[in-house]
């Protein structure tokens, strides 16, 4: 209901009558879209009472109003605005602009540091993503019905005492993280956040201060880079190859400068999908205990393993505590759960959380309720073992598409794991231009690309396969063959 008594201002010593001034008033509420077609209006008692008026006088502004087919009167159900507005009358009409239609006249961070260069536009049947799950895999009844008793839990319970998050998924998730990663740690050491980029945002915030050295991979996870740009942070780019981070590199640039925080994806690297070799992540390893540095280890999707198991993650090795380890549930569930976390020291954490109140105060409890009791009954283990066997069919399937269509144009190398494939164009074929042609074609590339500007020379792209039905990845193959060779 709105503030009538804020909204009419009623002016006794005016020789218009009271009844026409509120009617006026009425009207303009109307035209401005403030009471639109069909709202409720207050009864004339209700009405009368907050304008310290007879309800009398408000009977009279709704006969009017009615009379004029502005309002509608309903038996027994009170006065609503007409669902058929009159034209408007010239002696009460003045358009009003809604102010957030303007620019405003106050300054602010337009974040111009942050490009995207992937393709908003979804109107095509196929897209190409950055490498996210098939959510049509998911085991709806199962979630469905873990969802209704954990929003019965919720409601029936008093949640106040949950500042952050729920106890009982942290205890899941401890264990379903101590079975599959092989990290030593406590109830203590997890923290649960709304995806891995929050957790991101959170541990570079409060380490990265403007000036500090940051060291990423070249090419990186670009937003990653936007975010220690925006912080101030002077980024020292090393290079990955088929084995992921040159180490020797690095150990060259921490025996000159002092690096503040390395930011590093061992597992499928993002964009590129390498694995980080063993003898590489043992040498980082030493470096980290040598030099001491912060180091953000991004496991975004290490659970997406084809053929065997995983490398288990740098944090899982000797750090003293110098690595903030950073995953997700969401890769493996997909966008609906934004369910994130980070390991890392009492100490560390214990800044973290406040840092957290002051964006966001409370975790999903229903959410993080239903994914407990899925780790609990083994239901998410499952899922993981049959999207893992599909998603690999999947990247077979694309290789062998490659293979067959694309051989002449491409170069790539296939993943171990993961949800995308790291696709490059021979530098002859430019493949912003063809990115373009096969959006006019029928498919939309909304994965990140590596083609302008300083990325140019990479001249490549995620092919994002998990998501996809068989159909649509050899359509999307089909496409791209035929615009290459239209252009070429």
Same mark, same amino acid.
């Given at each position: 209901?709105?503030?009538?008594?804020?909204?009419?201002?009623?002016?006794?010593?005016?020789?218009?009558?009271?009844?026409?001034?509120?009617?006026?008033?009425?009207?303009?509420?109307?035209?401005?879209?403030?009471?639109?077609?069909?709202?409720?209006?207050?009864?004339?008692?209700?009405?009368?009472?907050?304008?310290?008026?007879?309800?009398?006088?408000?009977?009279?502004?709704?006969?009017?109003?009615?009379?004029?087919?502005?309002?509608?009167?309903?038996?027994?159900?009170?006065?609503?605005?007409?669902?058929?507005?009159?034209?408007?009358?010239?002696?009460?009409?003045?358009?009003?602009?809604?102010?957030?239609?303007?620019?405003?006249?106050?300054?602010?961070?337009?974040?111009?540091?942050?490009?995207?260069?992937?393709?908003?536009?979804?109107?095509?049947?196929?897209?190409?993503?950055?490498?996210?799950?098939?959510?049509?895999?998911?085991?709806?009844?199962?979630?469905?019905?873990?969802?209704? /008793?954990?929003? @019965? &839990? #919720?409601?029936?319970? $008093?949640? *106040?005492?949950?500042?952050? =998050?729920?106890?009982?998924? +942290?205890?899941?998730?401890?264990?379903?993280?101590?079975?599959?990663?092989?990290?030593?740690?406590?109830?203590?050491?997890?923290?649960?956040?709304?995806?891995?980029?929050?957790?991101?945002?959170?541990?570079?915030?409060?380490?990265? /201060?403007?000036? @500090? &050295? #940051?060291?990423?991979? $070249?090419? *990186?996870?670009?937003?990653? =880079?936007?975010?220690?740009? +925006?912080?101030?942070?002077?980024?020292?780019?090393?290079?990955?190859?088929?084995?992921?981070?040159?180490?020797?590199?690095?150990?060259?640039?921490?025996?000159?400068?002092?690096?503040?925080?390395?930011?590093?994806?061992?597992?499928?690297?993002?964009?590129?999908? #390498?694995?980080?070799?063993?003898?590489?992540?043992?040498?980082?390893?030493?470096?980290?205990?040598?030099?001491?540095?912060?180091?953000?280890?991004?496991?975004?999707?290490?659970?997406?393993?084809?053929?065997?198991?995983?490398?288990?993650?740098?944090?899982?090795?000797?750090?003293?505590?110098?690595?903030?380890?950073?995953?997700?549930?969401?890769?493996?569930?997909?966008?609906?759960?934004?369910?994130?976390?980070?390991?890392?020291?009492?100490?560390?954490?214990?800044?973290?959380?406040?840092?957290?109140?002051?964006?966001?105060?409370?975790?999903?409890?229903?959410?993080?309720?239903?994914?407990?009791?899925?780790?609990?009954?083994?239901?998410?283990?499952?899922?993981?073992?049959?999207?893992?066997?599909?998603?690999?069919?999947?990247?077979?399937?694309?290789?062998?598409?490659?293979?067959?269509?694309?051989?002449?144009?491409?170069?790539?190398?296939?993943?171990?794991?993961?949800?995308?494939?790291?696709?490059?164009?021979?530098?002859?074929?430019?493949?912003?231009?063809?990115?373009?042609?096969?959006?006019?074609?029928?498919?939309?590339?909304?994965?990140?690309?590596?083609?302008?500007?300083?990325?140019?020379?990479?001249?490549?792209?995620?092919?994002?396969?998990?998501?996809?039905?068989?159909?649509?990845?050899?359509?999307?193959?089909?496409?791209?063959?035929?615009?290459?060779?239209?252009?070429?």
């Amino acid at each position: 209901m709105l503030p009538y008594k804020n909204l009419i201002i009623i002016d006794k010593n005016s020789e218009v009558p009271i009844y026409k001034q509120i009617s006026l008033q009425f009207i303009d509420l109307i035209q401005e879209g403030k009471l639109l077609p069909g709202s409720k209006l207050p009864s004339t008692r209700s009405l009368a009472l907050d304008l310290h008026l007879h309800r009398k006088t408000i009977m009279a502004v709704y006969e009017t109003l009615v009379s004029e087919d502005w309002i509608d009167s309903q038996p027994r159900k009170g006065y609503i605005v007409s669902p058929n507005l009159p034209v408007v009358r010239p002696r009460s009409y003045h358009k009003k602009i809604s102010p957030f239609s303007t620019k405003g006249k106050f300054d602010f961070d337009r974040r111009e540091i942050i490009h995207f260069t992937f393709n908003t536009d979804s109107k095509n049947n196929i897209i190409i993503d950055d490498g996210f799950p098939d959510t049509s895999l998911l085991p709806f009844t199962t979630i469905n019905k873990e969802f209704r /008793k954990s929003l @019965d &839990k #919720v409601i029936t319970k $008093d949640n *106040s005492k949950y500042v952050l =998050d729920s106890a009982g998924f +942290k205890n899941s998730l401890q264990t379903f993280l101590n079975q599959t990663r092989g990290i030593d740690f406590s109830f203590e050491n997890l923290f649960i956040t709304r995806g891995g980029q929050m957790a991101i945002y959170l541990a570079a915030s409060l380490i990265i /201060k403007p000036g @500090d &050295k #940051v060291v990423v991979t $070249d090419p *990186s996870y670009f937003i990653a =880079d936007a975010l220690f740009e +925006k912080l101030g942070a002077d980024i020292i780019r090393v290079p990955v190859d088929d084995q992921g981070m040159r180490t020797d590199i690095l150990e060259d640039i921490l025996k000159k400068q002092n690096i503040k925080l390395i930011y590093v994806i061992p597992h499928h690297h993002h964009p590129t999908t #390498v694995t980080m070799s063993v003898e590489r992540r043992n040498h980082l390893l030493e470096l980290i205990n040598i030099y001491n540095p912060a180091v953000i280890e991004d496991d975004y999707d290490y659970d997406f393993q084809f053929k065997y198991d995983p490398y288990l993650p740098l944090a899982s090795g000797d750090h003293n505590g110098n690595i903030i380890y950073i995953g997700s549930l969401t890769k493996v569930l997909g966008t609906p759960f934004r369910l994130g976390y980070m390991i890392a020291t009492e100490e560390f954490l214990a800044a973290v959380s406040k840092l957290r109140i002051l964006i966001d105060l409370k975790g999903d409890l229903i959410i993080e309720q239903t994914v407990a009791a899925m780790i609990n009954s083994g239901d998410l283990a499952r899922h993981i073992q049959k999207t893992n066997k599909i998603y690999s069919q999947r990247c077979d399937l694309l290789c062998n598409l490659l293979n067959e269509e694309l051989n002449d144009y491409i170069n790539y190398s296939k993943p171990s794991g993961g949800l995308a494939l790291w696709l490059t164009f021979k530098p002859k074929y430019e493949l912003s231009k063809i990115i373009k042609h096969t959006h006019e074609n029928g498919l939309s590339v909304k994965s990140n690309f590596y083609c302008t500007g300083k990325n140019a020379h990479y001249n490549s792209f995620r092919f994002g396969f998990a998501s996809m039905e068989e159909k649509k990845i050899r359509d999307a193959v089909h496409i791209l063959k035929n615009s290459v060779k239209k252009m070429y």
